[in-house]
């Protein structure tokens, strides 16, 4: 019997704790006092072969733009600027130097479009899966990174952008649907993340911001650790979700349910955050439900309940 991976954490949080001062485990990014008025942020994440993505389906440069895009994410939930990231590589002996090169080439897209250099890192044959972690370095003002402890009741809660694109083009990736225009849109949605930063560094900046992280594992896993963080409760209205053309008109065709990719699909990768009542959301985004005192997550609009994605 193992525990989950929270539970797992968890575990690592309490055999871990962080020194005075410093934000360890269990937020998005570990928050380090620099003493001139900013904090270091950092991340690690990794993607291996079989769990993130299949070597022979993922184009390498939508794989290394990926690699690069959903560490810089991470950076985005703690309302960061990214600084640096060091990449590590463990290579199997069939991956060659055009694959490699591909990589390396979507991973500079995401390292110029995001101003956050490749400053080292790590390279190792592998024995079995293709295997990518990057450490992620940012920054923001002292005090002012958006932590998942930070929502509070009355506080309503936004998502930006759209949910459960991703989750479907993962889906249309393992299946053997037809290539269309539709399943093409979607896979392009799962394997080209954006890593919100400038929405990130808006909310921050907002006088009303509560608490914020980023999608990885779905509204309905991650908006518990929120929950948790924060010593709150809940509601989510499912019809105020949303939902993209393209998810629904995936869903009918495939007969897959909207609601079920949008909550526990994953790999999202927009801003899930709150603000104070009365706060004018400073970026495109979409109100959801509300904070209330308590704990719990109800969910609006249907009598159905939802988790998210576990890795194990
Ligand atoms: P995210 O999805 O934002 O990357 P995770 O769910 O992977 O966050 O991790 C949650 C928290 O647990 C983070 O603070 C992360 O640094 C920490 N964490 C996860 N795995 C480990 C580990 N093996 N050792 C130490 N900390 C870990
Ligand atoms: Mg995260």
Redesign the pocket.
């Known amino acids: 019997m193992r525990d989950s991976?929270?539970g797992?954490?968890a575990k690592?949080?309490a055999m871990?704790p962080a020194p005075e001062g410093v934000r360890?485990?269990?937020?998005?990014?570990?928050v380090i006092p620099r003493g001139d008025g900013r904090d270091t942020l950092v991340?690690?994440?990794l993607l291996t072969e079989g769990v993130h993505f299949l070597r022979n389906r993922i184009p390498p440069r939508e794989l290394g733009w990926k690699t690069a895009a959903v560490n810089l994410s991470?950076i985005a939930?703690m309302g960061g600027t990214p600084t640096a990231t060091f990449l590590s590589l463990a290579i199997p002996k069939d991956c060659d130097d055009g694959f490699l090169s591909e990589i390396m080439a979507g991973y500079a897209d995401a390292s110029r479009a995001y101003a956050a250099p490749l400053l080292g890192g790590d390279t190792c044959a592998s024995s079995g899966a293709l295997t990518l972690n990057v450490t992620v370095l940012g920054e923001c003002p002292h005090g002012h990174a958006l932590l998942r402890s930070g929502a509070r009741p009355g506080d309503t809660i936004y998502v930006t952008g759209t949910l459960g694109e991703s989750a479907a083009g993962w889906k249309a990736v393992q299946s053997t649907l037809p290539e269309t225009d539709l399943t093409r849109a979607l896979i392009h949605r799962h394997y080209h993340p954006v890593p919100r930063i400038a929405e990130g560094r808006e909310i921050a900046a907002c006088e009303g911001a509560g608490a914020a992280?980023?999608l990885?594992?779905g509204l309905a896993s991650d908006l518990r650790?929120i929950l948790k963080a924060s010593g709150c409760g809940a509601g989510i209205d499912v019809n105020a979700l949303p939902l993209s053309a393209q998810l629904r008109q995936f869903c009918k065709e495939y007969g897959t349910d909207p609601l079920e990719l949008a909550l526990c699909g994953g790999e999202d990768y927009e801003l899930l955050f709150t603000l104070r009542p009365g706060t004018t959301p400073p970026v495109p985004c979409t109100a959801i439900g509300t904070i209330h005192a308590g704990s719990g997550l109800v969910w609006k609009g249907t009598d159905r309940d939802f988790t998210g994605f576990t890795h194990f």
């Open positions: 991976e929270f797992f954490i690592l949080a871990f360890g485990i269990g937020d998005d990014c570990a991340s690690t994440d991470d939930a992280m980023d990885s594992d650790h």
